[in-house]
């Protein structure tokens, strides 16, 4: 299956500096990528939907303002967590969807996730 | 707006065992259902992807059925090994690529 890596693996950061996530597709080009945030014992929850090349659909919710999403290749896409404080500590998870190469269409592949802390 | 359902919310059966998991949603219009697995504190594993054209998806001893005019979709676990015991997460995708999950069965498989 599509590979999806995601940098960094986890982050601690002080309360009120900026975070960056990055995702990337590795051996295909992904036409649309989530992000999803999970708390702890919770399920998967959407947060934005990026296309490339064009601005982020946010979920209702979802401040667009603190999380800064960035599509500019078919091969990453970046969220941007600004000015961090402790109640945006969670799991976040990037995917990637496009057309697989087993020609699935709208199947997803996940990035590994992202552990942040904020103190 | 689609929800997702999966019961039970946690199971623990002895070894050997064959288990069921259930997931409901509530929108029948969708484009496929997938079952992920995740161990505690990792990323999601794509277990079995079941387009809305089939009714069900084999890999190894996972079983997945779809029956999509009732909304519901099952993941059948045969000979179940301690290895087994992770969260299984049912997803669905609609329209504009939103895969909604549901909170997913806390699986123990005990030796």
């Known amino acids: 299956g599509a590979v999806v890596s995601q940098h960094p693996s986890w982050v601690i950061c002080k309360s009120g500096t900026s975070v960056k996530i990055e995702c990337r597709s590795l051996?295909?080009?992904?036409?649309?990528m989530f992000w999803y945030r999970q708390f702890p014992k919770q399920s998967l929850m959407l947060m934005a939907t990026?296309?490339?090349?064009?601005?982020?659909?946010?979920e209702q919710g979802v401040e667009k303002d603190k999380f800064l999403i960035n599509h500019a290749s078919l091969t990453l896409s970046t969220l941007t967590v600004t000015s961090a404080h402790p109640e945006d500590s969670s799991f976040y998870i990037c995917?990637?969807?496009?057309?697989?190469?087993?020609?699935?269409?709208?199947?997803?592949?996940f990035g590994p996730g992202t552990r942040l802390t904020v103190l | 707006k689609q929800e997702v359902t999966q019961i039970p919310a946690a199971l623990s059966v002895p070894e050997g065992e064959n288990l069921v998991l259930n997931c409901s949603f509530t929108?029948?219009?969708?484009?496929?259902l997938q079952w992920f697995r995740q161990d505690p504190g990792k990323g999601l594993t794509s277990l079995l992807l079941?387009?809305?054209?089939?009714r069900e998806q084999t890999s190894g001893r996972l079983n997945a059925s779809l029956d999509k005019s009732s909304g519901r979709s099952t993941l059948y676990i045969a000979a179940s090994q301690p290895g087994d015991s992770a969260t299984y997460l049912c997803?669905?995708?609609?329209?504009?690529?939103?895969?909604?999950f549901g909170k997913g069965t806390l699986l123990t498989v005990n030796p």
């Open positions: 995917s990637a969807g496009g057309v697989s190469g087993t020609g699935v269409y709208n199947e997803q592949f």
């Open positions: 051996d295909f080009q992904a036409t649309t």
């Open positions: 990026s296309n490339e090349g064009s601005k982020a659909t946010y």
């Open positions: 929108d029948s219009a969708i484009y496929n």
């Open positions: 079941i387009q809305s054209s089939q």
């Open positions: 997803a669905v995708i609609g329209s504009n690529y939103k895969l909604t």
